[in-house]
């Protein structure tokens, strides 16, 4: 079994900062990880993820995440954040052979202007 | 391409009454699936369906919630009798193949029982 954590449940960040989410996973077997973000009254968006060879991805909107394994971590990181960043983003992980996801419990991005 | 449609994108309900929700895969995608976020708490799995088949219903909380899919084309989620706890939103997911990358989700159906 798989478990997600998110440890920030809400993070808020100025305009044009750097921000980190953070997530950490446990797991018994190898896995694919995953970012989603949800923005205000809108469904699921994949911005990332990892599945093999190098352990930075990059995303869509400027996102990028790196996989350690031995950290068992997969933090989610931008340079410099838009207001029209702030939204609800969710690690996932998912069995290599496995075919549902474990979400963590989500961290809330506010950009103040 | 149409994506994942999912409505009512909003539903209110009074405690005792049925709900049925109701996902539109895109077209050609034999795998669709189902998750609920609960207030407060994760998203978490429900169901799979491959086709018309239920794969995996592992994450179905009680029998009180009955999925299908008829034809392999659309599904429907009902919940009868709804309790207060099976507020939350209601995500549908598809995917072509059986693997966990190429899921495309729907915007979900934000289900209020009181």
């Known amino acids: 079994a798989q478990s997600v954590t998110q440890l920030d449940s809400q993070v808020p960040v100025f305009e044009e900062a750097p921000v980190e989410l953070r997530c950490n996973y446990s797991?018994?077997?190898?896995?694919?990880l995953f970012w989603y973000v949800q923005y205000p009254n809108q469904g699921l968006q994949l911005l990332l993820k990892?599945?093999?060879?190098?352990?930075l991805v990059k995303g869509i909107n400027g996102f990028e995440a790196e996989f350690n394994k031995s950290q068992t971590s997969f933090h989610l990181r931008k340079p410099s954040v838009h207001i029209s960043d702030t939204a609800e983003y969710f690690c996932?992980?998912?069995?290599?052979?496995?075919?549902?996801?474990?979400f963590g419990p989500g961290t809330r991005l506010s950009v103040l202007p | 391409e149409a994506g994942v449609t999912q409505f009512p994108s909003h539903s209110v309900i009074e405690k005792g009454q049925t709900v049925t929700l109701r996902c539109d895969p895109i077209?050609?995608?034999?795998?669709l699936y189902w998750y609920r976020r609960v207030m407060g708490k994760e998203i978490k799995f429900l169901l799979h369906?491959?086709?018309?088949?239920?794969?995996?219903e592992s994450g179905m909380p009680n029998n009180r919630f009955l999925a299908e899919r008829t034809g392999g084309t659309y599904s429907t989620l009902k919940v009868q009798p709804a309790e207060l706890e099976d507020s939350g939103v209601y995500f549908c997911?598809?995917?072509?193949?059986?693997?966990?990358?190429?899921?495309?989700f729907g915007s979900g159906t934000r289900l209020t029982v009181v």
């Open positions: 997911a598809s995917s072509r193949n059986r693997d966990s990358y190429g899921y495309t």
């Open positions: 797991s018994s077997v190898s896995v694919y």
């Open positions: 369906f491959v086709k018309e088949s239920k794969q995996d």
């Open positions: 077209s050609g995608h034999d795998n």
């Open positions: 990892y599945l093999s060879g190098s352990t």
């Open positions: 996932a992980v998912s069995e290599i052979d496995g075919q549902n996801f474990v």
